[in-house]
């Protein structure tokens, strides 16, 4: 939550479940889709198009770093 705040946004329930995923599969990248699955098994309330508004906003930030890994799958990382 600190760096949500540290980066000017509030803490909602997307944006504090996005991180704790991407903090739980740390060093290994997830696609929105692995985050919006994690998301859902976990029972977190969210729509596919909030994990991808949550996590632009985030790498636009600069909190979390997309890797746009060309020919593979691109994915979100938490920014160091």
């Known amino acids: 939550m600190q760096r949500l705040r540290a980066s000017g946004l509030l803490p909602t329930v997307a944006r504090i479940g996005v991180m704790q995923v991407l903090l739980s599969a740390a060093p290994h990248a997830l696609s929105r889709d692995e985050i919006y699955r994690q998301l859902y098994l976990r029972g977190t309330p969210v729509s596919?198009?909030?994990?991808?508004q949550v996590v632009t906003q985030l790498s636009k930030?600069?909190?979390v770093f997309?890797?746009?890994?060309?020919?593979?799958?691109?994915?979100?990382?938490?920014?160091s």
Do not use: A
């Open 48 to 52: 596919v198009g909030t994990v991808m």
């Open 66 to 79: 997309h890797n746009g890994i060309k020919g593979r799958e691109s994915g979100y990382l938490i920014s």
């Open 61 to 63: 930030l600069g909190v």
